[in-house]
């Protein structure tokens, strides 16, 4: 069994304008908090003609999850490369901290990552959870009421 590291893995696209500033926000926030976090865009980014390996990139990104304390996974844009990041981290029983930002009135939540972490709607909450999670604060996971799913 690998041992966990004491820092977050921050999962989340930046394939936009949009994706990239959320991101970005999102490290600024967690730089807030007292734990160090891994982001496979500024670690292992794999750019096409480079002299990396898809195969290891995923390997690296996959034991970088493993190692993680726990997950940040952006959801905005539903990337299909952060939804994989996520289902690893809930089938290695990670606590995973979904961050929902671009959300508008009746926009749905996907119901089963609502199921499997915690939700939260701007960078003040997830820095509240986090910190709360840093102290042993133990999350209901069940589904928030204020939130639509789908």
Same mark, same amino acid.
């Given at each position: ?9 921050? #999962? ?76 690893? #981290? ?29 939700? %939260? ?15 042993? %604060? ?13």
């Amino acid at each position: 069994m690998t041992q966990t590291k004491n820092y977050i893995y921050l #999962a989340g696209p930046w394939f936009n304008p949009r994706q990239l500033e959320i991101l970005e926000l999102t490290k600024n926030a967690l730089d807030e908090v007292p734990i160090k976090y891994y982001s496979p865009k500024d670690e292992m980014l794999y750019e096409p003609g480079k002299d990396i390996d898809p195969m290891e990139v995923l390997a690296t990104n996959v034991q970088a999850i493993r190692d993680a304390e726990v997950l940040v996974v952006i959801t905005d844009g539903k990337d299909t490369g952060t939804m994989f990041e996520a289902g690893l #981290a809930f089938a290695l029983q990670k606590q995973i901290f979904y961050l929902w930002v671009d959300h508008k009135p009746g926009d749905k939540f996907n119901l089963m990552l609502g199921a499997s972490g915690v939700v %939260c709607m701007d960078y003040v909450e997830l820095q509240t959870a986090l910190e709360e999670h840093i102290i042993g %604060c133990v999350y209901d996971t069940s589904i928030r009421e204020d939130i639509d799913y789908e």
